[in-house]
């Protein structure tokens, strides 16, 4: 779509908007910067967002890196965190600036070389057409031996990349389950089955170019991560993204994107 439609609109985050050339581009200079960090095919990359655009950019540039996406609960404490970062032996993590401290109290026992940050307001516009949540409203943060993830952009080249050898063998993910018998599990999702199962969610609801999609369930979910994240950007659609669910907030955005929609 960044080839068919490059002005099309991908992403609208409280009303700020990002064509798909923008993320296309966004995604490639993320990918690379993540090669200059050391990261190799195969290697476990850990995301600790809450939905955001830098989720999305953080996600696809993984991918195209020839990472493992292994997406963290954003609500986790620092133990909860600790199981799951060295579980999967993750030595990057990508997050936002208020969910490291949690974080930080566990880098000493995990094997992270790199912590890139960002910031909810990164991405936000100058005047927001909805309300923000208040982690958003607080004032960027920074942290020693950091990378800032904006800066990782600015530094880093366009140029497209794409590391994956094989769709069916290579991982794209470990998806960690609910733990629901015993510790969480990282199921280990590839390329071919993540593609697979979006591509049907496509074709299963007729998605289209024309639609407007809600990204308001837990990207870092495997249900949020497919219906928001993936499928809407196959078929060419636009994601509103919310960082949380406020159920006034949820029904605002309904009611502003509703004319974009074609019923």
């Known amino acids: 779509w960044a080839t068919k439609a490059p002005e099309g609109i991908a992403l609208s985050f409280y009303g700020r908007d990002i064509t798909y050339k923008e993320l296309d581009?966004?995604?490639?200079?993320f990918a690379q910067g993540l090669v200059s960090l050391g990261v190799k095919r195969g290697d476990r990359v850990a995301l600790h967002m809450q939905n955001?655009?830098?989720?999305?950019?953080a996600f696809y540039g993984i991918l195209r890196a020839g990472g493992v996406v292994v997406a963290l609960n954003p609500m986790f404490k620092h133990l909860e965190l600790e199981y799951e970062i060295n579980d999967a032996q993750a030595e990057t993590l990508v997050?936002?600036?208020y969910l490291f401290p949690e974080v930080e109290?566990?880098?000493d026992r995990v094997p992270l070389k790199n912590v890139i940050?960002?910031?909810?307001r990164d991405y936000l516009p100058e005047e927001p057409v909805l309300p923000l949540p208040q982690e958003a409203e607080e004032p960027k943060r920074s942290f020693p031996d950091t990378v800032d993830f904006l800066g990782l952009l600015r530094d880093s080249p366009s140029r497209p990349l794409c590391n994956v050898a094989d769709i069916k063998e290579d991982l794209a993910l470990l998806q960690y389950t609910g733990g629901t018998t015993g510790l969480p599990k990282g199921a280990m999702i590839s390329h071919y089955s993540l593609v697979y199962a979006s591509l049907g969610t496509v074709y299963w609801f007729l998605l289209s170019e024309a639609d407007v999609h809600m990204g308001v369930t837990p990207f870092f979910h495997i249900l949020g991560m497919i219906k928001a994240v993936c499928a809407p950007l196959i078929s060419g659609g636009r994601v509103v993204?919310?960082?949380r669910f406020i159920p006034e907030v949820v029904a605002?955005?309904?009611d502003h994107y509703l004319s974009l929609i074609h019923i």
Request: include cysteine.
């Open 105 to 107: 109290k566990i880098r």
């Open 95 to 97: 997050g936002l600036d």
């Open 25 to 29: 581009e966004a995604i490639d200079r």
């Open 117 to 120: 940050l960002t910031s909810l």
């Open 252 to 254: 605002r955005a309904i």
């Open 52 to 57: 955001c655009p830098q989720f999305m950019i």
């Open 241 to 243: 993204i919310l960082s």
